[in-house]
């Protein structure tokens, strides 16, 4: 059956939005897992921490997944609730405010971006990272989202201080320790 909503979700650290979701399926899950339709990478979030439901032609459902930081629904925790337009989830230093939409309301162009664009991955521009530290409080420390533990940079992005994708440099130190064993071996 085709879903009637359009679920949006405003993710946003201390009222600064980061990033504006929008869900047609009927299953949005969050957290600390890379394939999630949400992914929080910070180690207050669970892998699996929290996943939206919504039966045929049902209201949404948040739940939380057993998740060691708990689900928190307009500041009070919840295990399993139903979600109303506007109502704001908090996991961790995250909020994610859910804003329910008639399908025939969205027809019209929308320029916002899905989470499919990006793979499931949070990504930020430059300005989103610049607001992110000023909101953090940052903005005299230049360390880059992974280092101030708030995200980590997507696989594969650009490290902006050293010029090299933090992935790239584990894979070539696994190359080198890979190498060393390999040499050892023989020479043994």
Do not use: C
């Not at 609730?81 to 969205?106: C, H, M, P, Q, Y």
């Not at 989470?115 to 420390?141: C, K, W, Y």
């Amino acid at each position: 059956m085709r879903n009637d909503q359009i679920l949006k979700i405003e993710l946003a650290i201390k009222d600064n939005i980061l990033k504006t979701y929008t869900f047609t399926q009927d299953v949005v899950e969050i957290g600390r897992i890379p394939t999630a339709d949400i992914f929080l990478d910070n180690t207050g979030i669970s892998r699996r921490h929290t996943r939206i439901e919504r039966s045929i032609g049902g209201p949404y459902i948040v739940k939380d997944m057993g998740s060691t930081n708990g689900t928190f629904l307009n500041d009070l925790q919840v295990n399993e609730t139903t979600l109303k337009n506007n109502d704001v989830i908090n996991l961790g230093k995250f909020s994610l405010r859910v804003i329910i939409e008639s399908a025939e309301k969205s027809k019209a162009p929308v320029s916002a971006v899905s989470a499919e664009d990006f793979d499931g991955t949070t990504v930020l521009s430059a300005e989103q990272m610049a607001r992110l530290r000023e909101g953090l409080g940052n903005n005299s420390q230049k360390a880059s989202p992974q280092r101030a533990g708030v995200f980590a940079a997507p696989s594969g992005a650009a490290d902006q201080e050293s010029g090299m994708s933090v992935s790239r440099m584990v894979l070539i130190g696994g190359i080198i320790a890979a190498a060393i064993i390999i040499i050892f071996l023989i020479i043994k």
